[in-house]
C-alpha cells in the first residue's frame, strides 16, 4: 500500500505553505526562526492559548484556524513541555500528535524543527519524522465504502524545515527504512487469517529477496526429514499445511556469527481441539505478531544495510480442529529428540518454536537468540500492555534489551526462570509435557522454550499484551501494533554493528 504521508526536509529559510506548525515550551517560548514565521500572529497565539488553556505541555497542541497577518491558513502550535527532559520517544510523540491533527486531502505542511532554544539536530527531525508516518497508517484495503465524516487516508505533503537538510535526510533514511519495516509488520498483524495462511506468509517473506535477504521456504516435507515433530504436530489439523521460512542478510563481517531472530507465526489459533471459547477468537489471527516483527526487523536491517549479519527464522502454521488433528495425550518427538506430551493443544506456540529455535541453535551458533512470541494469555494478565515480558538466560541481553526498551519506549519488563518453575512442566509419560497449569503460565511456556536453547545466549519476549489490541498511542492507531521492530532494530545498531 503506497504510503499516503510524504514527509521531507526544507531549509528553515523556506517560506511556509499551507499549515504551519511551529513548537513552544512550557512557557509558551518560541525560538528564533518560529518567532520570524509567525511575525505579528505571536499575540494572537499568546491570545488563543489563554482562551484554549493551553501551556505548551508535551504532545499537546493549539490549533488557530486562518490566523490574520501570515500567510497560511492554519497554524499548529505543539507543546514540548520541558525541553531539557526530551527524548527520541518524544519527537516520535510530537509527530504522531501533529499527524493526528491533519485531516485527509492533499494538504501541504511546514513543520518548523526548532524546540525554543535550538533547532531540532537532525535525530530529532528523523524521529519527528517517523512518527508522521507511524500515526498516519491506515489499514483499509478491505473497506469498500468510507464510513460518514471518514475522508479516507490523510494524503499530506508535509515539509520538514531545519537547520541542516542534508543532515537530517542523512539521518531520516535508515529510520524510513526501519518504519517500512513497521508498516510491514503492522499489515501482516492486520490481514485476515483466510488471506494469510502459512503459504502466503512465506510468500510474503519471500520478497525480502529484493533487499538481497536469502530466504529459504521449509516445507512439510524438508521439515520432516529435519525431524521438526513438535511444530508438524500443531500443523497437521490444518488444510493449511505448514511452512518455516528462514531469512538470512549478511551486512557484518565475512564468517561472523550472526545474530538471531525467532517468530511465532501461528496465522490463525482455535486453540485446536483444546478449542477456545468464540468470544474474541477473531483476533486469533493476530498470533502471528511475532513472526510478522521479525519480517518486518529483516526489511529494516537489509534495506537499511545495516553492519550485522543477521537470521531471522518464522515458524507458520493453522492451529485448527480437525479428524486429523492432534490429541491432548499425544505426544511427539521435537527436532532436539526431546519428547513432548500435550496436555493442552491451545499450547501451540511453544511447539512451534520449540523446533524452530532448536534448527537455528544448531545450524547457524549465534551469538544470541530472541524469540518473539504471541504466547500466553497470563503475560498480559501480569504486565496489560504496557510492558511486554522478557526472559532470559542471559544477563547481559536482558540489560541491553531493558535499556533500548526504555529509549524507544517498546520497553520489556524482565519476569524470572528457575528449577522450581522447570519441575511444573515436567511429564509422567514423557521428557516434558506443553503446559504447566495456570499458575505462574507465561513463566513456564518460557521454561519450556529454554529447553530448545541449549547454551545459547537467549531472551524469549512475550508479545501477547503488545503486538495486537494494545490502547491507541500517538504514533499507532492500527491493531496490530509492529511491536518490536523499533526494539531490536535499536538493539542491533546500539551493540552489534561495531
Ligand atoms: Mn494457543
Ligand atoms: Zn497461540
Known sequence: MPDAVKVGFVPFSAAPRGILAV??????????????????????????????????????????????????????????????????????????????????GSEAVTVIAELPDNPMDPGQAAAMASGIRLRAYRFDRYKTKKADGDDGALNADVSLAVEDVAAARKAFAPVAHVVDGIVMAR????????????????????????????????????????????????????????????????????????????????????????????????????????????????????????????????????????????????IVTSMSGQTIEIINTDAEGRLVLADVLWHVAKKFKPKFMIDLATLTGAIVVALGTEYAGLFSNNDELAERLHKVGLETGERVWRMPLGPEYDKLIDSQFADMKNTGGRHGGSITAAQFLRRFVDNTPWAHIDIAGTAMGAPKTEINQSWGSGYGVRLLDRLIADYYEK
Open 23 to 104: 513548537f513552544c515550551d512550557d512557557t509558551l517560548k518560541f525560538g528564533p526562526v518560529a518567532r520570524k514565521a509567525l511575525g505579528p500572529v505571536a499575540a494572537l497565539v499568546k491570545r488563543a492559548a489563554a482562551t484554549n488553556q493551553f501551556k505548551g505541555k508535551g504532545g499537546s497542541t493549539l490549533d488557530i484556524l486562518e490566523p490574520e497577518g501570515i500567510k497560511i491558513h492554519r497554524l499548529i502550535v505543539i507543546g514540548t513541555g520541558r525541553p531539557s527532559e526530551l527524548k527520541e520517544k518524544d519527537f516520535l510523540k510530537f509527530g504522531g500528535a501533529l499527524a493526528g491533527k491533519l485531516n485527509s
Open 187 to 330: 499489515d501482516l498483524v492486520n490481514e485476515p487469517p483466510n488471506v494469510l495462511y502459512p503459504e502466503e506468509f512465506a510468500r510474503r517473506a519471500a520478497e525480502l529477496d529484493k533487499l538481497d535477504v536469502q530466504v529459504e521456504i521449509l516445507d512439510v516435507k524438508a521439515m520432516t526429514k529435519l525431524g521438526m515433530g513438535a511444530l508438524l504436530g500443531v500443523a497437521q489439523g490444518s488444510a493449511r499445511p505448514g511452512r518455516a521460512v528462514i531469512m538470512r542478510w549478511n551486512g557484518g563481517k565475512r564468517g561472523e556469527a550472526p545474530v538471531a531472530f525467532v517468530g511465532k507465526g501461528v496465522c490463525f489459533d482455535t486453540g485446536g481441539i483444546s478449542i477456545k471459547p468464540s468470544g474474541s477468537m477473531e483476533d486469533m489471527k493476530g498470533d502471528m505478531g511475532g513472526a510478522a516483527c521479525v519480517v518486518g526487523l529483516m526489511h529494516a536491517l537489509a534495506a537499511r544495510k545495516a553492519h550485522v549479519n543477521a537470521v531471522g527464522a518464522i515458524g507458520l502454521v493453522e492451529n485448527m480442529p480437525d479428524g486429523n488433528a492432534q490429541r491432548p495425550g499425544d
